[in-house]
């Protein structure tokens, strides 16, 4: 069994594909995470999302490159051990539909060696005490995405992979949900997270990787990305009443958002138009928004689409 160099380094891919006889699910992708790391990764349905989370779990086998998990690959006889430490939540949870929370839960939590007690302690966590006797069949789908996300919580996994894991809970369980990712990531549980829905998903994450059509387009932290798409700032003052309009070098900046004054404003430039706007007595606030994901996510996928049409134009003029 080897060992990772860097022990804090949970999971490691090195140029790895996987290759479907008229599909390229995933096309060289080095990926890494720390313990204690909560890993975003983003991409429409199809991207390769829930391909790589079938290698790491050890589902599937790449085609070409390397897995690492834990110092071994999942898919080897060695990597038994490793499996109960490891939590999952599939895209679609679907359980015994004649068993009641309970029985489901204690099963699973039976098959990691954990005992009926932990197994109500994390439907407690989970908020579904009060339906933990009746059958799974009368569950709600966010009743059961409460269910799944017990079972992924068994034995305070080292290592949790979750698949669109806010899919049918309401805002309040979304809430709750990313407080529990919170919590086991500060007691060191590495998360990988895979979601489409990105609004909320921004300040629970370290970093984010973009996938498209198994290709990866970016990967960092939010402050990174930020930085290599180089998307403006929007910055919105109170209490000028119009004065920005007579203002020259302020006026290239403004938006033509109705009658708004709102600026948008290149990260190089922010400092020097907040001193500026600040000489004004007249301010009375100012708003300060740089881009979010889910803008830094469209401008990657944009970009990749005008390569990809880019190339095939160039193809055809061959």
């Known amino acids: 069994m080897t060992h990772s160099v860097n022990d804090s380094r949970l999971v490691t891919l090195k140029q790895v594909g996987k290759h479907y006889p008229k599909l390229i699910a995933l096309d060289s992708i080095d990926m890494h995470l720390d313990q204690g790391e909560v890993l975003g990764l983003f991409g429409h349905n199809g991207a390769g999302k829930t391909t790589m989370m079938k290698l790491i779990l050890g589902v599937i086998s790449p085609s070409s490159g390397q897995v690492e998990v834990m110092g071994c690959a999942p898919d080897s006889k060695t990597a038994w051990h490793m499996r109960t430490r490891i939590g999952y939540l599939p895209e679609n949870v679907s359980f015994y539909e004649q068993l009641t929370g309970l029985e489901v839960l204690t099963y699973f939590a039976r098959l990691k060696g954990y005992s009926k007690k932990h197994a109500m302690a994390l439907l407690e966590q989970v908020g579904i005490t009060y339906a933990m006797k009746r059958q799974v069949k009368t569950y709600s789908k966010g009743m059961r995405q409460r269910l799944g996300l017990a079972q992924a919580f068994i034995g305070q996994p080292k290592l949790l992979l979750l698949d669109e894991p806010t ?118 606030n100012i708003d300060v928004e740089p881009a979010n994901l889910e803008q830094v996510y469209q401008h990657y996928l944009m970009q990749h689409q005008h390569q990809n049409q880019h190339d095939t134009a160039a193809e055809h003029r061959e």
């Open 167 to 284: 899919v049918g809970l309401d805002p309040i369980a979304t809430a709750e949900f990313y407080q529990t990712v919170d919590q086991l990531k500060s007691q060191g549980t590495s998360v990988i997270l895979c979601s489409h829905v990105l609004p909320g998903v921004e300040q629970h994450i370290d970093r984010a990787m973009i996938l498209s059509s198994g290709h990866l387009l970016a990967s960092g932290s939010l402050a990174e990305l930020r930085t290599q798409v180089d998307l403006p700032i929007r910055i919105k003052p109170y209490g000028l009443n119009g004065t920005l309009r007579q203002d020259a070098q302020l006026m290239q900046y403004l938006t033509g958002e109705n009658t708004q004054d709102i600026l948008l404003v290149p990260e190089k430039d922010k400092l020097a138009i907040l001193r500026q706007l600040l000489s004004y007595p007249s301010l009375q």
